[in-house]
């Protein structure tokens, strides 16, 4: 697989490049017969785990997320042409870990790389939500299908500040042309 690129040096031609490239299996179209348990969890931290240690190749966990599914019924499941086994998520399957902006008000588009090392720029196909929680509000990204990543705390710092500077209201961020608010709709 290649390296994970590094976000803060890309311009914004460079996103677009890599975010067409990503291939991914076609796993909406895979219906194999339900094989069992994967023994595998994704942790609230992203962190990866089989048989309750922790997976400590990157490269697995990437191909592992290129072959996750989310089912009807809200459970995960890693698919392929002629098997599918559950997997325990305990928040989102991926963490947004690195913010990139660029632009401002409408014009803005924020990229979000995450812990796989994909590239999501969010957008009316791939929202920002915010849900209420005891600490605060907790931010998820639109990654693909019915896949979400949570936005990691400092990642959330930076978007408060940027709907701060912003002077919008309700208060939120502009990127790829939509809006959205920091908090959620009452």
Request: net charge negative; proline share 9%; aromatic share 8%.
């Amino acid at each position: 697989m290649e390296p994970i690129p590094d976000l803060s040096a890309l311009s914004l031609a460079d996103i677009a490049r890599l975010a067409e490239e990503q291939k991914l299996p076609p796993v909406e179209r895979w219906n194999p017969t339900h094989c069992g348990d994967s023994e595998m969890r994704i942790a609230r931290d992203g962190t990866w785990f089989h048989q309750g240690s922790p997976i400590g190749r990157q490269a697995m966990v990437r191909l592992f997320s290129t072959i996750l599914r989310r089912e009807p019924d809200g459970g995960y499941v890693l698919v392929t042409p002629v098997e599918k086994l559950d997997i325990d998520v305990e928040d989102a399957p991926f963490v947004a870990v690195e913010l990139k902006a660029s632009g401002e008000g409408r014009a803005a588009m924020l990229t979000f790389r995450l812990n796989t090392g994909d590239l999501v720029t969010a957008d009316a196909d791939h929202p920002l939500r915010f849900e209420p929680r005891d600490d605060g509000p907790r931010p998820y990204l639109r990654v693909r299908g019915e896949l979400d990543a949570v936005v990691a705390r400092t990642v959330y710092y930076e978007l408060a500040q940027r709907a701060i500077d912003g002077g919008e209201t309700p208060p939120g961020v502009w990127s790829g042309g939509a809006f959205f608010a920091l908090e959620p709709a009452a």
